[in-house]
């Protein structure tokens, strides 16, 4: 299933000791979000180099609401009475949890964190698993808004991509979602193998027409450790490609959505909060098996990574000896701005100057010469008081975010 996650910097993970140059102080902390990790699917994709591990038969629900059981009491300590403003349940594919173990997962989340009254709690839902009386049921729960990995409404192209679903069943899951949630977000592909611009904007017109509130639409690409990778299916060319988006965007806009971020289109008010944190850099604790998570701390800003293996993940979890967490990592000073705008510089609107210096600890010294770099390239705004890239800088993104490596 294709979805946004959080971005961090790519130098890798290994156990440190904390360096006294690491040293900040954090005056506030960052809003807490919660990353769950279901990692079982009925097909991996070829697409698809998340942590998904394809399972015949029933999932292991009882051990693995234990296991979480336990991950979230080894954790807690770290973020104790931090509220919680967000829940992300994503996989693999959440919707193979049945309707008992998704209630018994909300009701374990509220014994043991203060969930705000109006957090944004988001399921990921295959159409090839959907069912509309589990559906109603997870809402019964608490699950108020519904991500459904659709990717195509083109039968031939989900053969492709190796999807479980066909066009009929997706069709089906939409309006089982908006039954169930109302809160409901779609996830499509575009540059898909062979796709032209015509059948990428049938796409487009069809998810329209159902109406949901938030649309997430990602151009493929062959990511490493994938079978795409190794067995590359014919893509558009870059032209075509990009044709695709800027009719992707004239198409939305013309039916009153907001391209607030690079792949993120929402109606007024419907943005995905969860989402929004990552790019603003906030903080997410990631549970069960091959999550990752950001924590600040007053002193500090660490990253973790849980043990990726389901069944590792689960015996060192039920052993309680903490070794769930396979990496450590805290985060360098001189990564912080470029963590930072890896992240914020996602967002079309930016983020006030001010949320740089109070989520990194740093001051306006530390990043003058980039700054000044960077609108010289007509890369950034000239808005003194705003991190925002320019149209240009939207273009060439990753050439404005690398001008803050360290």
Known sequence: MSRTIPIYAQNGFSPVVRAQENSVLFKTLPPLSLYIHVPWCIRKCPYCDFNSHEFSGDIPEDRYLDALQADIEQALPGVWGRPVHTVFIGGGTPSLLSASAVDRLMAM????????????????????????ERFKSYAESGINRISLGIQTFDDLQLKKLGRVHDSKQARQAVEMALSAVGRVNLDLMFALPQQTLEACMQDVREALSFETEHLSIYQLTLEPNTVFAKFPPELPDEDIAVSMEEGIESRMSEHHFERYEVSAFARPGAR???????????????????????????????????????????????????????????????????????????????????????????????????????????????????????????RFLNELQSLFLS
């Open 109 to 132: 989340l509220r014994t043991h964190f203060t969930l705000w009254p109006d957090a944004e709690v988001t399921l990921e839902a295959n159409p090839g698993a959907a069912e509309a």
């Open 272 to 394: 995905a909060k969860h989402n929004v944190n990552y790019w603003k850099f906030g903080d997410y604790l990631g549970l069960g098996p091959g999550a990752h998570g950001k924590v600040t701390y007053p002193d500090r800003i660490q990253r973790e990574i849980r043990l990726r293996s389901p069944e590792s993940w689960m015996q060192a979890c039920l052993q309680r000896n903490g070794s769930q967490i396979s990496e450590t990592r805290e985060v360098e000073r001189s990564d912080f701005a470029f963590e930072f705008m890896l992240n914020a510089l996602r967002l079309r609107e930016g983020v006030p100057l001010d949320l740089f210096y109070e989520r990194t600890g740093l001051g306006y010294a530390d990043i003058s010469r980039q700054l000044a770099l960077a609108r010289q390239k007509k890369l950034l705004t000239a808005d003194p008081s705003r991190l925002q890239a320019t149209d240009t800088g939207w």
